[in-house]
């Protein structure tokens, strides 16, 4: 545990950037945006992965989700800064994610500012690159922009794996399982049973948590609001089978409520992209983070909030979600089913 | 007593491994029905795995068994039906009032809304609860929790009762309250199947099996089975064959 700790506080919970992915839009392509774009290539805080061709793509590229930022250079890039002294860079960024937004934004002007020193040093007349920056999807920079879906995740996992598991291994604990299971109840009817209240907290936890963000903190729905509901069920039933599945591993509330809180909050905290951006961990933890639930439904509410993308964006997330829930079910009725023999 | 000529529980051969270790090992018996039946044994002896097989939320391993006349391996749900029991762990909500413990159960065996005003009425009355129906079972008494728990258990008028240790942790009048429960049920031809490690309640039973390392290694009257070891009372019996 301690090791698992140091190492995950030691890598992950780090706001500094590495490899972030971001794409060029180049309409100029003259000697220097080719070098401003070999800098910002070259150093270990960016990859270039994509090259636009016209501004059309610029959209479709953040809806995807694909790239933090992409940088525009105007047309006659060289040309301009040669003529007026002034040459402009456009910087898009992704604000989903307010903090790395801004570390992008300051990383990428200082390249674009270490270029026209260098430039400087064998001419008089001073060049200026001026950057231009836009947060795409969040325009002021709100911070609440990544709490929310951030604490609306916890709040849900919370609800419904841990209380899900405590009250099942509550019923084990005081015997009453035992009662009901020489019932003629079938087991997955008194799993149901439990389940339902907890089902009911959920949604109800996750539409006052949407609106609130709506009405307090002016949080935009840019997507169907519909989508948004369908997906937070989605989420909550995961969760509710990760429950069962604790559930069926514990023997006592406090194993299940370890388990829950060790096993689900701190990943869900550190590793879910919630507050430290998941490209900047090593590749390790990155891997791991792929099988958080949580990742992917921070995903999709953002996508559906922010960007207002539909299932045609979001169609992976959402099936991997599905897929983990019927895993952790399937899961959870064998290691039911051996427990019973 | 009213011990009628009519196999309500028949096992054979009945076995249940956990891998090599077998803690049921090929034990064979029959219960009539209306009988008291005595199930003794050491702690780890196989009982409480005996039992569960028997009341078909474990499936045995080898060996054949009938309870109520439906079979272990293909009929567990008809058995459920057939079935109260009462685990050793007090087993009702804390939380809930004795009568709200007693609605749910009831509920839970499909009785009718009618049916389970009437029976909690009446067994409120005959448990002397008037008065405390509506407190929480968890600031009762154990000694009262277990009487509740044996009606609640017997609330669907099942065939055969089975009683896991049920007088555990109680003291001699309410276990003699206890058993004279037990006795007007079996009157009224309700099959009585008890584990206990009481000695004094064995001798109470009709008959008696003693387990011993997953094997039955006596099965008798007390009375029989006291001239049989040669012993004062069923104490020494249980010790003499315990110690082998």
Redesign the interface.
Known sequence: MPIAQIMLFGFAITNEINNVNVAVLDLSKDVSTNSIVNKISASSYFTVTQLLESQNEVESIFKKGKVKAVIVFEKDFDQQMRNTGIAKIQLLTDATDPNTANTINNYITSITQNYAKEINQDIQLPFQIVPESRMVFNPEIKSVFMFVPGVMTIILMLVSAMMTSISITKEKE???M?????????PYQVIIGKVIPYVFLSIINALVIILLSIFIFKMPVQGSFFLLGLESVLFIITSLSLGILISTISETQQTAMMISLMGLMLPVILLSGFIFPINSMPLPLQVISNIIPAKWFIIIIKGVMLKGVGLLYLWKETLILLGMTVFFILLSIRKYKIR?? | MSVRDENIIEVEGLTKAFGDFKAVNEISFVVKRGEIFGFLGANGAGKTTAMKMLIGISTPTSGKAKVAGFDVFTSAEDIKKNIGYMSQKFALYDDLTVRENITFFGGIYGLKRQQIKQKSTQLIKELGLDGVENQLVGSLPLGWKQKISFSVAMLHEPKIVFLDEPTGGVDPITRRQFWEMIYKAADEGTTIFVTTHYMDEAEYCNRVSIMVNGKIEALDTPQKLKEQFKADNMNDVFLKLARG
């Open positions: 005081m015997g009453t035992e009662i009901l299971l020489v019932s003629p109840l079938k019973l023999e």
